[in-house]
């Protein structure tokens, strides 16, 4: 008999165990619990619909093994979400699978779950977080007591199929075609690539009785191509001989130094040089004392940081901030966007080179909304900061990371332009 995993799992959340969920991300246990209703099937179906191959079995089961997920603490739902640190704990690890798992859908299932519920969105992506390790656990788990084996795996998702069709409704075509996966294919019909899918197999159609031939290609429509690059042709050719315009950026004249050294200036038309960050300059190379080399825009926050460090006039002070330029976060939650990367990366590298230097994060918001709401936001963004430059090989004790919400704004919270800037990540240097 198929075990419905999904019911099992949610036969879990009770209690105080729903409680602390619901206590961790700010919302009331009746819409944490109908949002977990979504949560669990969405993240069951979107890892039934990846497995369909023994390669992406295994796959799945190095994630869950690497992480010790069938055999540590997520394995026991209770357990590890009523642990101390047990809830932080869980979102820290969900976060950094959600996107290795489940790609581009990570958004439309945050969306999708806030629509089902009625809680806000930053609280669907902690819940998904939260919930992913979770999941993980269990299905390992089980895995681990029938053999342990990729085909043990795809026997346990394959059977959840039929308890999805219970789920709400949405579900099914949030998650796509189950076991589908896009595949290269030369085919072509009316002169456009068509995708093609490998998939499991399918039941045979019911017989209506009527056959329908494929449709006739027909021979002419190969030059298609071709009538549709004439006119780019045309255009790029006529273009050749005009002249080029330089690109140039247009900056206010600086103002004399200040305590707050990397405050923005006010936003100015611009245009960005070749090759460069919007509004930072041309990225140029910068080789630390440990012999990294860094790639970092003219005027981003990696040099200014790493000047005021080597700067021996330089006091560290808690009037000094600097703000980041090249992190960003999903809408109203604390999921870092992979284009964030390479600056938390370059920051942990720069951590490295001078073994002495101490940061601290602040995460502010605008003064939209309710203000708690806004601190604990802040606070999940500069700990989503801090945990990733951790990962890169920091020692936690080098970091600090504290939510300021509204407070301390550089900005003016009436215009459109200056709730975005007072929304934000800054470091300060407290040692060096």
Do not use: C
Not at 178 to 203: F, I, Q
Not at 264 to 286: C, S, T, W, Y
Not at 287 to 297: I, K, M
Not at 341 to 352: P, T
């Amino acid at each position: 008999m198929a075990t419905n995993l999904i019911a099992q799992m949610m036969n879990e959340f009770r209690g105080d165990t729903l409680s602390s969920v619901a206590s961790a991300i700010g919302e009331t246990p009746d819409r944490t619990q109908t949002a977990l209703g979504g949560v669990i099937p969405a993240l069951i179906g979107g890892l039934a619909n990846t497995t369909s191959s023994t390669d992406q079995a295994n796959s799945l089961l190095n994630v869950i093994k690497g992480n010790r997920l069938d055999t540590g603490p997520a394995a026991d739902i209770a357990s590890a979400v009523r642990a101390p640190g047990g809830v932080n704990s869980l979102m820290s690890t969900g976060r950094g699978l959600l996107d290795s798992l489940f790609g581009g859908r990570v958004g439309g299932i945050t969306d999708w779950v806030t629509s089902l519920s009625g809680i806000n969105r930053s609280s669907s992506s902690s819940l998904l977080g939260l919930a992913l390790p979770l999941v993980l656990g269990q299905i390992g788990k089980r895995v681990l007591n029938t053999g342990g084996n990729a085909s043990s795996l795809m026997s346990l998702l394959g059977d959840q199929r039929q308890f999805l069709q219970d789920a709400p409704s949405g579900l099914s075509s949030l998650l796509g075609e189950p076991g589908a996966r896009h595949v290269t294919t030369s085919e072509r019909e009316g002169g456009h690539y068509v995708r093609a899918y490998e998939s499991e197999p399918r039941r045979p159609a019911a017989v209506t009785g009527t056959y329908q031939a494929p449709p006739r290609r027909r021979s002419w429509l190969w030059a298609l191509p071709l009538l549709v690059l004439v006119p780019l042709l045309l255009f790029l050719l006529t273009r050749r001989n005009e002249p080029r315009q330089a690109a140039v950026e247009t900056r206010p004249v600086p103002a004399a130094p200040g305590p707050n050294v990397t405050r923005p200036a006010p936003d100015v038309p611009r245009v960005i040089p070749p090759g460069g960050a919007a509004g930072l300059g041309a990225f140029i190379e910068k080789t630390l004392p440990n012999n990294v080399t860094l790639r970092v825009p003219a005027e981003g926050v990696e040099r200014k940081l790493v000047e005021y460090i080597e700067d021996t006039n330089q006091v560290p002070s808690k009037e000094t901030w600097f703000s980041f330029d090249r992190i960003e976060f999903e809408p109203d939650s604390a999921t870092l966007l992979p284009r964030s990367s390479e600056q938390l990366q370059n920051i942990a590298n720069i951590m490295k080179a001078y073994p002495n230097v101490k940061l601290a994060i602040g995460g502010y918001t605008d003064n939209t909304g309710d203000d708690s709401r806004n601190v604990k936001l802040s606070q999940d963004r500069a700990s989503a900061a801090m945990t990733q430059i951790t990962s890169l090989g920091v020692d936690p004790s080098r970091l600090s990371a504290e939510g300021f919400g509204s407070a301390h704004p550089i900005a003016d919270n009436g215009t459109p332009e200056g709730r975005q800037r007072n929304r934000r990540v800054d470091i300060r240097v407290t040692d060096k």
